[in-house]
């Protein structure tokens, strides 16, 4: 990808695109700009946090480690999102590691760059405070789902997020693999399985790292239905 495609997209992440033009210059003048291979750490938990980072191409995932060795996946980013905020502003070490799941590449805008931005126009941190609201929103709908909704379920409101379209039949790729989207949706990967077994029922195929949706509204009727009564 070529440093001015680069910019376009850093440029239209809910980070950036709401700030003024000057100070979007600013920070694309002073990003670190980087590629990763897929399985390479971006950075590791505990660490201290020194950049907020604008996903530009591919998949990168955050995780945690538990205390007895299983690796908890807490968020994925692509194209377009932004992780990394709080924690760079407050000078904390990061609670979470991060890992490209595919090969990608990330801008990473220095934490001292965007507090001396803050100091100048509050509009900043206004941008920052909407990047991390998002962040919390998208953890909140994670829990939901695994309160209210069977694995199944999980997987139909995963399947339908990739969708490009709103009704009728679809083909969606499958962006990392099945190990990684079973810890996604807070499952084994052997129930993740047989959730795809399930949504045969609904029209779901699954070749690959591609599924084939037959009728978009079946499987969000699905996907949104009370599960005490399936």
């Known amino acids: 990808m070529s440093h001015e495609a680069q910019k376009a997209i850093a440029r239209q992440s809910l980070l ?18 980087r590629k990763y291979d897929r399985g390479e750490t971006i950075f590791l938990q505990e660490e201290e946090a020194k950049a907020v980072h604008v996903v530009l191409a591919g998949w990168v995932k955050l995780f945690r480690v538990t205390p007895t060795g299983a690796e908890a996946v807490v968020s994925l980013f692509t194209r377009g999102d932004s ?7 407050r000078d904390v070490p990061y609670p979470v590691s991060a890992e490209a ?4 590449e990330v801008m990473h805008i220095p934490s001292p760059v965007l507090l ?8 900043i941190g206004v941008s920052i405070l909407a990047s991390t ?3 919390l929103h998208s953890l909140v709908a994670q829990l939901e789902q695994l309160k209210a909704q069977t694995g199944a379920q999980r997987v139909a409101e995963f399947l339908l997020n990739l969708c490009e379209i709103e009704s009728g039949a679809c083909e969606v790729e499958l962006p990392y ?6 810890g996604r949706l807070g499952m084994k990967p052997e129930s993740l399985s047989r959730a795809f077994s399930r949504l045969k029922s ?3 195929k699954i070749n690959r790292n591609h599924a ?6 079946v499987l969000r009727d699905y996907a949104e239905s009370d599960p005490s009564e399936r």
């Open 83 to 89: 992780f990394g905020e709080a924690v760079a502003l």
């Open 212 to 217: 084939d949706i037959a009728d978009i509204d």
């Open 202 to 204: 609904v029209g779901v």
């Open 116 to 123: 001396a931005l803050m100091r100048e126009d509050a509009e």
């Open 133 to 135: 609201f998002t962040h």
């Open 16 to 33: 950036l695109r709401s700030l003024p033009e000057q100070h979007v210059d600013t920070l694309l003048r002073q990003a670190v700009w």
């Open 177 to 182: 693999d099945k190990m990684l989207i079973a």
């Open 101 to 104: 799941v595919s090969p990608c």
